[in-house]
């Protein structure tokens, strides 16, 4: 496996089901991210972890949780989402290191989840 | 909140002809970036321009960075077929790990 992986691809659940999206990369990159992209709405930065520590939440409903238990690993957990959490969920990764750093992201396939 | 401001939102362009994307933002920042998305795919980074004045070329595509205006711009030189899809920018600042995406430019370049 190369870049950013993502699984499943494609997710259907209901509003009281519990999921987990899965991302890894192999890419050796220390930072890894969560985005949202809905239809006719810019892409959403949800969750970003720096050496596995969040370091940015931007106000993100608590029915999504991250985890993030190594640099190459991270999941968003989902539980009692709503129909207009359906969306495209990216994961990225990429080197951080500071004001200079380079910080290009690579992305993920991502996962088209369908809340019903 | 950073704001980034993208146009056109859709582009419908002639094979062969030339046209620019232009992308604004409201904060200072150093780091900008363009990606392409085809549909049903992912994002697939383009061109990273990291200071001022910075220009970056890729076969047809140019982009270039203005920090002091705060715009980039992504020019498109004799259009192909294979160039339609949409155009992200994104403007991280100078501190932090945040990302700016804009709204895209969807472009379609007709034979």
């Known amino acids: 496996e190369t870049g950013v992986t993502q699984t499943p691809r494609h997710l259907v659940m209901g509003m009281t089901n519990k999921k987990s999206l899965k991302c890894e990369q192999h890419?050796?990159?220390?930072?890894m991210y969560w985005y949202k992209q809905s239809a006719k709405k810019p892409l959403e930065l949800m969750f970003v972890y720096n050496f596995k520590e969040q370091t940015e939440n931007n106000s993100v409903p608590s029915r999504f949780s991250p985890e993030c238990p190594n640099s190459s690993h991270l999941f968003l957990h989902l539980h009692t989402l709503q129909p207009e959490d359906s969306a495209l969920y990216l994961c990225?990764?990429?080197?951080?290191?500071?004001?200079?750093?380079?910080?290009?992201?690579?992305f993920g396939p991502g996962t088209r989840l369908t809340v019903l | 909140e950073l704001k980034v401001e993208q146009n056109p939102l859709f582009l419908s362009m002639q094979e062969g002809k030339n046209y620019t994307i232009y992308c604004n933002y409201s904060t200072t920042s150093d780091r900008l970036y363009w990606y392409r998305q085809d549909p049903g795919k992912s994002l697939e980074s383009l061109f990273v321009l990291l200071s001022n004045g910075a220009v970056k070329q890729e076969g047809r595509l140019m982009a270039s960075l203005d920090t002091k205006a705060r715009l980039s711009t992504l020019h498109i030189t004799a259009a192909v077929h294979d160039l339609s899809a949409t155009y992200f920018c994104?403007?991280?600042?100078?501190?932090?790990?945040?990302?700016?995406f804009g709204t895209g430019t969807s472009l379609t370049v007709i034979p």
């Open positions: 990225a990764s990429s080197l951080a290191g500071g004001i200079s750093s380079y910080n290009e992201q690579f």
């Open positions: 994104a403007v991280s600042p100078n501190t932090g790990n945040q990302f700016y």
């Open positions: 890419l050796g990159h220390n930072a």
